[in-house]
């Protein structure tokens, strides 16, 4: 089965400091991908970063890095420099490639103080 | 290209009343996901389409629940009737048949069932 676990239902941080959101995963599939999703206030789901299993090199977009551990199965988001644009909540998401189902953690809500 | 979108955004309905709502993906978008989130909990995966084929509707959470994809092109989920229990934001998503692809999210249909 698979499951997703975020363990941080909340962080508070700094502006401009660093922050690592967690994330593992568990799934029998070793062909699977692994997303991140941004949730602001208003509600849209905003895509932000893909790591595929398979993957030799953690992924990277602008100031958002995976930083990818796959024999520890984890998965997590790293936000350089924080901006007080980044507070919103945070996903987790895996597809297995056996089915394409995607299925989502339960979230962190981040807060960046200025 | 245009977004995903949903229709409506709002709706307030009475127990035991219908509801309909639909989803149109983006265009060439094989892969129909619905999906819940109640009362900021986690993102519950409802079902997914494959064109107009259903490939996996093991979340939906009783036969009040129904999915339709007309000719793989826009989805409804009707729900009949409805019950306090199904208040929350339902979001659509969907993504291409490769495994990178990220899901693209419509901005949700935030149903109150009173």
């Known amino acids: 089965a698979q499951k997703i676990t975020q363990t941080q239902p909340g962080m508070f941080v700094q502006e401009k400091e660093a922050v690592t959101l967690d994330c593992t995963y568990d799934t029998s599939d070793p062909s699977y991908g692994l997303f991140w999703y941004k949730q602001p206030s208003s509600g849209e789901m905003i895509f932000l970063i893909y790591q595929g299993s398979y993957d030799q090199q953690n992924a990277t977009e602008g100031r958002y890095s995976l930083n990818f551990q796959k024999a520890r199965k984890s998965a997590n988001l790293v936000i350089s420099a924080s901006q007080l644009g980044d507070s919103a909540m945070y996903f987790c998401a895996m597809r297995e490639s056996r089915d394409d189902k995607i299925i989502f953690g339960k979230g962190t809500r981040l807060h960046i103080l200025p | 290209e245009a977004g995903v979108t949903q229709f409506p955004s709002h709706s307030v309905i009475e127990k035991g009343q219908t509801v309909t709502l639909r989803c149109d993906p983006i265009s060439g978008h094989d892969n129909l996901y619905w999906y819940r989130r109640v009362m900021g909990k986690e993102i519950k995966f409802l079902l997914h389409?494959?064109?107009?084929?259903?490939?996996?509707e093991s979340g939906m959470p009783n036969n009040r629940f129904l999915a339709e994809r007309t000719g793989g092109t826009y989805s409804t989920l009707k729900v009949q009737p409805a019950e306090l229990e199904d208040s929350g934001v339902y979001f659509c998503?969907?993504?291409?048949?490769?495994?990178?692809?990220?899901?693209?999210f419509g901005n949700g249909t935030r149903l109150t069932v009173t």
């Open positions: 998503a969907s993504s291409k048949r490769t495994e990178n692809s990220p899901l693209h």
């Open positions: 389409f494959v064109k107009e084929s259903k490939q996996d």
